[in-house]
Nanobody, 125 residues
Framework: QVQLVESGGGLVQAGGSLRLSCAAS????????VGWFRQAPGKEREFVGV????????YYADSVKGRFTISRDFAKNTVYLQMDSLRPEDTAIYYC??????????????????WGQGTQVTVSS
């Protein structure tokens, strides 16, 4: 069993940066994949990016590629989502998620077994 806790959300102006954290407790990430998703008001939850814990490989949605970076800290059992050049359309609740194995479809919510409670990110124009 894995528990995920996100932190680091807040209010930022367009063009600014935020760093979200996803801390795991319980079994830890081990060989998991850790994904980030977001859900804006009135919209479906969408894939943001994923990191394959063991290899450090990352994949991103086109909408955030070049602006967002996912990294991991083995010692702290934590995954980070560094968000730069933020835009108002990045406003959403951001969720981290963990998969027990490397997802076949990294952008599918169905591939992930554990979810955090979410953290709000608001980007003002």
């Amino acid at each position: 069993q894995v528990q995920l806790v996100e932190s680091g959300g807040g209010l930022v102006q367009a063009g600014g940066s935020l760093r979200l954290s996803c801390a795991a407790s319980g079994r830890g990430f081990s060989s998991y994949a850790v994904g980030w998703f977001r859900q804006a008001p009135g919209k479906e939850r969408e894939f943001v990016g994923v990191i394959i814990w063991s290899r450090g490989s990352t994949y991103y949605a086109d909408s955030v590629k070049g602006r967002f970076t996912i990294s991991r800290d083995f010692a702290k059992n934590t995954v980070y989502l560094q968000m730069d050049s933020l835009r108002p359309e990045d406003t959403a609740i951001y969720y981290c998620s963990a998969s027990r194995s490397t997802p076949i479809l990294v952008d599918s919510q169905n591939e992930y077994d554990y979810w955090g409670q979410g953290t709000q990110v608001t980007v003002s124009s």
